[in-house]
């Protein structure tokens, strides 16, 4: 009995030596080399806000707080960073920073594989089976195209994980009761929240199968209750993460959100090619991407998992009688409902859930589907293996495959020849009508064959080799020789994921990061405090399709690196947001998922988790300590002085700058927030006007000795900003020094010749307090947006503390979890381990059958009938979704256009006609068409060409004008 345990364990821990061999043979240009895999949201999010933290845990301290962004915000609430994630400020002890962040994705990687492996290895398959689900689980195209989001691959891993916990706690031993708590708290510590969601979702559908599922032996009901406190206890541990993230949604821009804002970013039904062509749509590793949409970001839809994982989930599902098959099979089904979004019905029903509400991109939902299909496949190798012995069930199981094979074959050629042939018929094309359409889109159009043809390779051999891998098993004579084949598989289905994965691995040299640009070294140069702001930065968010010689385009959401990984050289010489951090320099602006809602709506950002993109007023850039701004244009403005040029990059440094903290010796009072913001927000607005106060912030102040300040009441529409900014102020209110100044707490010196307010031009927000000469005074929201503290006449010392409420509880109720997990641990380590419940056989499982296919018919109806009777869904899925003429023809029309606008009417005649070749039914490219026609002179063309625009789009009123205007004569 023990040496079978030590053989069981000694092959498990080889099994776990394969994955990580495996982990570090796919990443391998990161994990050979010094540089760091690198994207866009790695270089605007996810470095930059683990520096931060880094940095502050080398002096030891926690940085609640960070000033450098958004003029002060909240960033540990933030939670992207994960900064008391377990295997992030521990493994700092061993390694640099940049080490510790490049190897995070290996080590979840493998992670994952790990989990998997154990949860399936519970389950009584056999080696071959929990080793092929665990591999398809590890280097899924979600977690690799998500390594751009390094909170979602520190999440993706521990699915598998907790469900193990919870499984071995209900069937085996209480005495690992503990590491439901420990990983659940884990995981909430350092992953994105979207998949903290996900998660409770997946382990919420295992209990409702657990508590249906007749109970095995006494007292597994208990079990389960213990499963639950378990959770509930592991959230218990992340209080002090969760808490503040709670109270950061309260006051965002994510707090009041609806449908449309949900369903941002569903997943095109459309997409669903991708699982068997995954670069179907182009791929961002040789910038080809051209499957655009709410949310253009080729990760966001990349569910891929193999040709061989989806054949053996249908032999799964459609051979397999186990009741814990109804476990993946419901969540596989529910997830990709709920990945389509808005294309379901489904979505109305979730977008009603408070939590739920907050979110966006249900196509991450593919995260369910690919760990349920992982779970599948496993299923599906073991029925293979058990089948090999029964010549009938096999013969079926080979007719099934075949048809099985037969079936992506032929959807796989039926969409990507099209596609092929536009780019042949583009291909030949002359070389003056390729570059009409722009260096970018003839980029595209040139790499998008390549990958596609890539595909169609891959694809090929993936399908034939997994068709024969699966007969040679099918038609094994022992035991013995289908296992090893089991193992063949496992090596397939790796070489396809890793096929399609290695473009997956961007890596860019240390020095993007750690070399200071240009413009950063001449901004150190200044010894003020101080913020910057970008605005006229258009390569960022509107890229020129014809860039000068020295234009930069340091664009983070290209579509992708091949060849330009240099061009994110220019994101950090330009400060793209949050790369001012890696530097220590401030910024008013940022880029993250959550902004505060005043600070947004004050400096005019168009969305609910974009960064501020407006041209704020000199007064309001005074308020917020910004004193220079960086372009990529030329700006003629009185406010603005030019101090720095390098290229096409400028500095301009604001005429009126404030520093961070200032005095103010008059106040005005307006009635309600909203006047507030209007008032600051106008062209007339000068912070040293007086301090603006609403009413009801005063009220809440009412306790506090505020007399002695000297207070100037406005009459709303008698007194105005102008006016008090001509009124004798009886000189300087006084002078300000900082003593000093980190992320959670500011002391500074005054000395005012009169009661004033000490303006502190950073964010306001909850969990900041003051105190003057060591007594607590009330900090005030000032102008709407920032803090500000009264001090009295004369020299005293101010002290701007930011110790918020939320995280004080919040670390209580962690560690009081933490105590109750020990206890609860040393409570259960005596109790007796049960045997292991047995697989349920076949027999049990009739009724579930029935149910499994009952539930796919509902869902097949949820996802056909909107297809069917709604016009967008049915486009989306139709040729103008998938077929790539469309696109090439959209880019010679619009170019054509252009063309007509400069006069060069031959070329956009040109360029109409290959449009029409290519895709004849376009009716704009025949509009523009005859306008070429008619300004070149060919009236009867121009008349044929309008007609048949009319006859496409018979409501198109340009044609109807143009026909009109035709008929009279023109002059």
């Known amino acids: 009995m023990i040496r079978e345990l030590l053989r069981e364990k000694r092959a498990v821990l080889l099994q776990m030596g394969l994955l990580l061999l495996l982990v570090v043979l796919f990443f391998h240009r990161a994990a050979f080399s ?122 993706y891993c521990y699915l598998p994980g907790v469900l193990y916990a919870c499984q071995y706690v209900r069937d085996r031993d ?127 839809f990349c569910g891929y998992v193999g040709l061989l994982t989806l054949l053996l989930a249908a032999i799964a599902v459609v051979f397999v009688r186990d009741r814990r098959l109804m476990y993946f099979w419901v969540l596989l089904i529910g997830a990709l409902l709920l990945a389509l979004g808005r294309h379901t019905p489904l979505h109305q029903l979730v977008a009603g859930i408070p939590i739920m509400s907050a979110t966006r991109t249900p196509a991450r939902f593919l995260y369910l589907v690919t760990f349920a299909l992982a779970g599948l496949s496993a299923f599906g190798i073991e029925h293979l293996l058990s089948v090999i012995s029964d010549k009938r069930r096999a013969r079926s199981a080979a007719i099934f495959i075949m048809i099985m094979v037969a079936l992506p074959i032929t959807l796989g050629l039926a969409f990507a020849l099209p596609n092929l042939k536009a780019i042949s018929l583009y291909n030949s094309q002359s070389p003056v009508l390729k570059t009409i359409i722009g260096e970018r889109s003839a980029s595209t159009f040139s790499h998008y064959g390549d990958a596609l043809r890539k595909d169609l390779l891959q694809f090929s051999v993936i399908i034939v080799a997994s068709a024969v891998l699966l007969l040679m098993m099918l038609h094994s004579s022992t035991p013995r020789r289908a296992g090893y084949i089991g193992y063949a598989l496992i090596a397939l289905i790796f070489v396809d994921l890793f096929w399609f994965g290695s473009d997956f691995n961007p890596v860019a040299s240390t020095k993007i990061f750690s070399k200071p640009p240009k413009a950063v070294r001449f901004l150190r140069m200044d010894g003020d405090i101080f913020r910057t702001i970008r605005w006229h930065v258009n390569e960022i968010w509107f890229p020129d399709e014809h860039p000068g010689k020295d234009a930069r385009r340091a664009d983070p959401f290209t579509p992708g690196w091949e060849d330009n990984l240099e061009k994110y050289k220019d994101c950090t010489d330009s400060l793209v947001p949050n790369t001012n951090l890696l530097y220590g320099v401030d910024s008013a602006d940022g880029y993250t998922s959550f902004l505060l809602s005043r600070y947004n709506e004050a400096l005019g950002a168009p969305g609910k988790c974009a960064m501020p993109r407006s041209k704020p007023t000199a007064g309001l850039m005074s308020l917020l300590n910004v004193k220079y701004g960086i372009s990529t244009q030329l700006i003629e403005s009185d406010q603005l002085c030019p101090v720095f040029a390098d290229k096409d990059l400028y500095i301009y440094r604001y005429r009126d700058f404030l520093p961070r903290f200032f005095l103010v010796d008059k106040t005005r009072v307006l009635p309600t927030d909203e006047e507030v913001l209007r008032d600051v927000t106008s062209p007339d607005f000068h912070p040293l006007a007086g301090l603006v106060l609403d009413r009801p912030q005063l009220q809440q102040a009412s306790g506090w000795d505020l007399e002695s300040l000297s207070f100037m009441w406005a009459i709303p529409g008698t007194e105005g900003p102008s006016d008090l900014r001509k009124a004798e102020s009886g000189g300087p209110p006084g002078e300000v020094a900082v003593l000093e100044y980190s992320a959670n707490e500011a002391v500074v010196r005054t000395n005012a010749n009169r009661p004033c307010w000490l303006i502190f031009s950073d964010n306001y927000y909850p969990g900041w307090s003051a105190s003057v000469n060591g007594s607590p005074v009330p900090v005030m929201r000032a102008y709407g947006l920032v803090k500000a503290a009264p001090v009295p006449r004369g020299t005293s010392e101010v002290r701007f503390s930011f110790e918020p409420e939320s995280f004080r509880l919040g670390l209580f109720i962690s560690l009081l979890s933490l105590l109750i997990g020990c206890c609860a641990a040393l409570c259960t380590r005596h109790v007796r381990q049960s045997e292991q419940m047995p697989p349920l056989s076949a ?106 625009c009319l006859q496409l789009k018979p409501d198109y009123s340009p044609a109807i004008r143009s026909l009109g205007v035709l008929g009279r004569g023109y002059r």
Not at 66 to 93: K, N
């Open 34 to 155: 010094f540089d760091l895999l690198f994207y866009y949201d790695t270089i605007m999010q996810n470095f930059p806000f683990g520096l931060h933290f880094a940095e502050g845990f080398a002096d030891f301290t926690l940085r609640l707080w960070c000033p450098g962004m958004f003029s002060g915000f909240p960033l540990f609430a933030e939670g992207q960073a994960g900064p008391l994630y377990p295997l992030f400020a521990p493994l700092l002890l061993l390694a640099p920073f940049w080490v510790v962040f490049k190897f995070s994705v290996l080590l979840h990687s493998f992670l994952a594989g790990v989990f998997m492996l154990l949860f399936l290895r519970q389950m009584k398959l056999k080696p071959q089976s929990y080793l092929f689900g665990a591999v398809v689980f590890a280097f899924s195209g979600f977690f690799v195209a998500q390594v751009t989001h390094l909170n979602i691959i520190r999440g």
């Open 174 to 300: 209480l005495r690992r009761w503990w590491l439901i708590p420990a990983l659940v708290g884990a995981f909430l510590l350092g992953t994105h929240p979207y998949i903290a969601i996900y998660l409770f979702l997946a382990v919420g559908l295992w209990l409702i199968f657990s508590l249906l599922r007749k109970p095995a032996r006494k007292g597994q009901r208990r079990r389960l209750i213990a499963v639950v406190l378990g959770l509930m206890l592991g959230i218990g541990v992340a209080a002090c993460q969760l808490l503040p993230s709670a109270e950061l949604l309260s006051h965002s821009t994510r707090e009041d959100t609806g449908v449309d804002f949900f369903t941002a970013g569903s997943l095109p039904v459309r997409n669903l090619i991708t699982f068997l062509l995954p670069s179907f749509f182009g791929t961002p590793g040789n910038s080809s991407y051209w499957g655009l949409g709410e949310i253009g970001l080729y990760a966001e």
């Open 843 to 948: 027999s049990e499982d009739v009724r579930g059958l029935a149910l499994r296919w009952l539930i796919l018919l509902v869902a097949a109806g949820l996802v056909l009938v909107p297809i069917a009777f709604t016009k967008g869904n049915a486009d989306a899925f139709a040729s103008n979704g998938l077929r790539f003429e469309k696109v090439i023809a959209r880019a010679y029309v619009n170019s054509a256009s252009k063309a007509i606008e400069r006069g060069e009417n031959e070329l956009a005649r040109d360029a109409t006609l290959f449009a029409l070749e290519v895709s004849p039914e376009g009716f704009r490219a025949h509009y523009l068409l005859g306008v070429s026609l008619f300004k070149l002179g060919d009236r009867n063309g121009a008349r044929a060409a309008w007609q048949k």
